[in-house]
């Protein structure tokens, strides 16, 4: 399989920090650039359509895989699609960055079997499920139900650790920034 460009794949569960992460990287490497999903959840006070997510209705997001234009996608929560689409990686390799996808574990799995070769993937844990909990009630963007979900996944997904290039402990978000910023700075120097 030929894949000349770079990828970095950022995943973890649900509310262990994998945002602010990648909002770091961001900063700190002008050649990242953040691959924009497409998602069928409704947006978030403050989000903007085509810069956090491609928001689209499920038949929208439907067309798009009948169309085979996804190199991966999920249905991350009961109901709700997210998806990396091709042309948005193409679009980012055509302005020589790299793309940085922030994604489920699942979706950066995926990802890595489908692009094995120029692939650095970063699984980024919380300290404890417990301490996820709390951040995402302290968020205070979701309802106890959907926190309850998202804790319940968040334990499964954290089995899946050991298939990612490294596993960043996010107990101190400074510490893991670095940590961070360490392993792209050598891969993108590669
Ligand atoms: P949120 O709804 O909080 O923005 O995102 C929920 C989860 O979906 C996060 O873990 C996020 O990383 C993941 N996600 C976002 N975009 C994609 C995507 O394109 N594909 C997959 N598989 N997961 C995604």
């Not at 979706?107 to 094995?116: A, D, N, R, T, W």
Request: proline share 3%; glycine share 4%; with cysteine.
């Amino acid at each position: 399989m030929k894949q000349y460009h770079k990828i970095i794949i950022l995943t973890a569960p649900s509310g262990s920090g994998k945002t602010s992460i990648a909002r770091f990287l961001l900063n700190r490497f002008p050649n990242l650039s953040f691959s924009i999903s497409a998602a069928t959840r409704k947006s978030r006070e403050g989000e903007v359509n085509g810069k956090d997510y491609h928001f689209m209705s499920e038949e929208e997001f439907k067309a798009h895989i009948k169309k085979n234009e996804f190199i991966e996608w999920e249905m991350v929560y009961e109901g709700k699609y997210y998806g990396t689409m091709k042309s948005e990686l193409e679009r980012i390799w055509s302005e020589n960055k790299v793309p940085i996808l922030d994604i489920d574990v699942h979706g950066g799995i995926h990802v890595q079997k489908e692009y094995p070769i120029n692939t650095l993937s970063l699984f980024v844990k919380p300290p404890s499920v417990e301490e996820l909990r709390k951040r995402l009630e302290s968020r205070g963007t979701e309802t106890t139900e959907a926190i309850n979900t998202r804790v319940n996944k968040a334990s499964y997904e954290l089995s899946f650790a050991d298939q990612f290039d490294h596993v960043i402990v996010n107990d101190d978000l400074d510490k893991a920034c670095k940590e961070a910023e360490r392993i792209v700075e050598e891969f993108l120097k590669s």
